[in-house]
């Protein structure tokens, strides 16, 4: 929800329209257009249904020229060669949700960075079209107040190899383990979150 009398914004994706059957991926740039630097403390989500899932990252201003201002098909290969060059996880849903910092801590956005919005759908009628359209409330704060600065990373079962994933075609139930490792450096965790895909039970 919009709180009144806090600094931030709210960012709309959308409203796209999802033909029967269809899926779509959508990269978006926007610049907030601050003259200073600011620190995340809050994200408000509001996902439609059949979202697969909502990211928001910040992207350099480099990345944000070289992603221009049309919205960039998450398909195309210079679109994910892009994203992985120039950008940085801020938040990440599966679901609607608010994601609120712990006390004193925050995400920091330079002035010269922009954010970048991707939205991944599905329609899962038949016949009818899905208009669908995302929401997110961006809560900030002067930079400098936050004294831990937050990060958010993704942690992929099998690491950058994607046929480390191996179900047995068994047709029962199977379990997968994963471990993550950051060898020489001390982390703490405040928020971890899963997503499976289609045969996904539970995590």
């Known amino acids: 929800p919009v709180q009144e009398g806090r600094q ?14 269809g899926e779509f991926e959508y990269f978006q740039v926007y610049n907030p257009k601050q003259p200073t630097g600011e620190e995340i403390t809050e994200m ?10 909502y990211v928001l990252r910040s992207i350099t201003e480099a990345g ?7 919205p960039a098909l998450g398909s195309n290969f210079s679109t994910q060669i892009q994203v992985y060059q120039y950008t940085k996880f801020l938040g ?32 899962y009628s038949n016949t009818q079209i899905l208009a ?5 409330n ?4 002067p930079w400098g107040t936050g004294n831990i600065e937050m990060k958010t990373d993704l942690s992929s079962y099998g690491g950058t190899n994607p046929f480390a994933l191996q ?11 994963t471990i993550c490792t950051s060898p020489g450096e001390t982390r703490y965790f ?3 979150q899963a997503h499976t895909h289609q045969w996904g039970k539970s995590y």
């Open 8 to 21: 931030g914004y709210q960012m709309k994706f959308g409203p796209v329209f999802l033909q029967p059957l």
């Open 44 to 53: 408000h989500a509001k996902l439609p249904p059949n979202a697969h899932h």
């Open 64 to 70: 944000a020229a070289a992603m221009g201002v049309v």
């Open 92 to 123: 990440i849903w599966q679901f609607s949700d608010d994601l609120i910092l712990p006390q004193g801590t925050a995400h920091y956005r330079d002035s010269t960075e922009s954010f970048l919005l991707n939205l991944h759908m599905h329609n």
């Open 132 to 136: 669908a359209s995302a929401y997110v």
């Open 138 to 141: 961006v809560y900030t704060q």
């Open 167 to 177: 179900i047995p075609p068994t047709g029962l139930p199977d379990t997968l383990q």
């Open 190 to 192: 405040w928020n971890i």
